[in-house]
């Protein structure tokens, strides 16, 4: 069975740190880009930070660059992202998905979610 299951959200007060994996089953990330999106409620789902195949291009949304961290291991199939000093406006179901990844010749970078997706873990960030 194709799947991606993330783990690791959780409660935390702001300031604390959390970290997010990813594993996959059934199919190799080795031939995938990967990212994490987050949605909160009321809000559009919205990009948090993309990592490509195999060169360690990453992209990070503005409001996480600084204090949130993307990382894979391929040889474990499993996508990471640490997050540092969580705000409160961090507070989102967040998923993680193979992702179509690259650069407009503009220099912007773009990262759509593609083939799957998790089910999303709720990360909540609060005192």
């Known amino acids: 069975q194709v799947q991606l299951v993330e783990f690791g959200g959780g409660l935390v007060q702001p300031g604390g740190s959390l970290r997010l994996s990813c594993a996959a089953s059934g199919f190799s990330l080795d031939y995938y880009a990967l990212g994490w999106f987050r949605q909160a409620p009321g809000k559009e789902r919205e990009t948090v930070s993309c990592?490509?195949?195999?060169?360690?291009?990453?992209y990070y949304a503005d409001s996480v660059k600084g204090r949130f961290t993307v990382s894979r291991d391929n040889a474990k199939n499993t996508l990471y992202l640490q997050m540092n000093s969580l705000k409160p406006e961090d507070t989102a179901v967040y998923y993680c998905a193979t992702t179509n990844f690259g650069r407009f010749t503009s220099g912007r970078y773009y990262c759509r979610g593609s083939d799957y997706w998790g089910q999303g873990t709720q990360v909540t960030v609060s005192s």
């Open positions: 990592i490509s195949r195999s060169d360690g291009r990453t």
